[in-house]
């Protein structure tokens, strides 16, 4: 009961370390305070965390976040001012697999106990939902940063019918997520899951490959948004207020910033999105 | 979890997408970037979704996941804040010249 409160009380914290620091960030005045607001909230929740119930083994936890701290310090160091548009997809996408990997993991911890179907749907519409966003979030967030980056080449890219495929893509993962959820205990439950992560990783490919490099910081936002979302989706399959709270605050200021950039470059969001297939289905229409 | 405890989920996480809306109103473009990325350090908060799957009973495959999600979601918090901190810098630098 003790233990809980100390989690509890972090949680509150740190939720209005993040709602203060998001707004400080958005004023050039107390902008970097704001960014250490958020980061004091981040550490306050990983100490509260440490007096979690569930947690009994602190090495591995520890091991991984020490881990974790070295190579992310090392890389936001040694990264040239320039390339900070495509270090930000990175990480971006990284927090995307991290949401869509805890899914899978709350999966297997769940079909360990045996519980009554009607107690997991909610559970595991959670999951699934944490899985898609997750996975198109960090693909998605890849090709971003290999367009940034020069690895790819920054056209548009597209494939043809390239629309048709997506959707199927979609209807793949809507088949799949209602085989996963009749049953959830099958033996071959795990396999339809594999396959559902392959769908959302394709998905994240077919949606930001035909966005031009010149749209990119766009594109970056909009993931930026859906990777908040990812970790509220994760948050409802684990139970954890606090994930619920920072992924939908994440979600939301990012879709309004991804709004604002785009009325920066005087466009519109679907213009940024879809210009790219509309160019390509014109120039199959032409040739 | 009981049907009265996922409203009672549902109901914070629509108070607090209507907080996100509100949050943040006529940024600068200069803060774009650096707004975007300290909202993605934030949303590494699946962080701790990931330490106590990692800190509890479960299968290697499990663990497994679970230390990976865990050190991403380390990267992508700790690497998100720091780059934030150092664009920030810049701008400073940037604003007193």
């Known amino acids: ?287 | 979890m009981s049907i009265t405890n996922w409203f009672a989920a549902l109901f914070v996480f629509t108070l607090a997408s209507f907080a996100g809306l509100e949050v943040i109103n006529k940024v600068p473009p200069t803060l774009h970037t650096p707004l975007m990325s300290g909202a993605n350090a934030i949303s590494g908060i699946v962080l701790l979704g990931a330490l106590t799957l990692l800190g509890g009973e479960g299968p290697p495959l499990l663990k497994g996941l679970a230390f990976t999600a865990a050190i991403l979601a380390t990267v992508n918090v700790v690497g998100g804040f720091w780059v934030t901190d150092r664009m920030l810098a810049m701008f400073k630098a940037r604003e007193t010249k």
């Open chain 1, 1 to 287: 009961m003790m233990r809980e409160i100390w989690v509890q009380s972090s949680y509150l914290a740190a939720t209005i370390f993040f709602f203060l620091g998001l707004k400080q960030l958005g004023h050039p005045a107390t902008a970097r305070r704001g960014n250490y607001l958020g980061a004091a909230g981040m550490g306050l929740a990983v100490l509260g965390t440490a007096f979690h119930p569930d947690l009994q083994d602190p090495w591995l936890p520890l091991l991984a976040v020490g881990l974790g701290s070295i190579a992310g310090i090392v890389s936001a160091q040694r990264v040239v001012m320039t390339a900070m548009p495509q270090m930000v997809a990175l990480l971006n996408g990284l927090g995307g697999a991290a949401s869509a990997l805890v899914a899978i993991a709350e999966y297997l911890r769940l079909s360990q106990v045996p519980l009554a179907a009607t107690q997991q749907l909610p559970t595991l519409i959670a999951l699934l939902l944490g899985l898609l966003i997750g996975g198109v979030t960090l693909s998605g967030s890849l090709v971003a940063f290999a367009k940034l980056q020069g690895l790819i080449s920054g056209q548009p890219l597209t494939l043809p019918s390239h629309r048709l495929w997506s959707l199927l893509l979609l209807l793949g993962f809507v088949s799949g997520a209602v085989l996963f959820l009749v049953a959830p205990q099958a033996p071959t439950a795990l396999a339809v899951l594999t396959a559902l992560v392959i769908a959302t990783l394709l998905l994240g490919l077919f949606f930001v490959a035909p966005v031009g490099g010149g749209d990119m910081p766009v594109v970056i936002a909009l993931l930026n948004s859906l990777s908040g979302l990812a970790a509220s989706a994760a948050g409802f399959a684990v139970n954890n207020n606090l994930l619920i709270i920072a992924g939908a605050l994440v979600g939301a200021s990012g879709l309004i910033l991804t709004v604002i950039m785009c009325k920066a470059m005087n466009r519109s969001l679907t213009n940024v999105l879809f210009s790219g297939l509309v160019a390509a289905g014109g120039q199959a229409d032409g040739g």
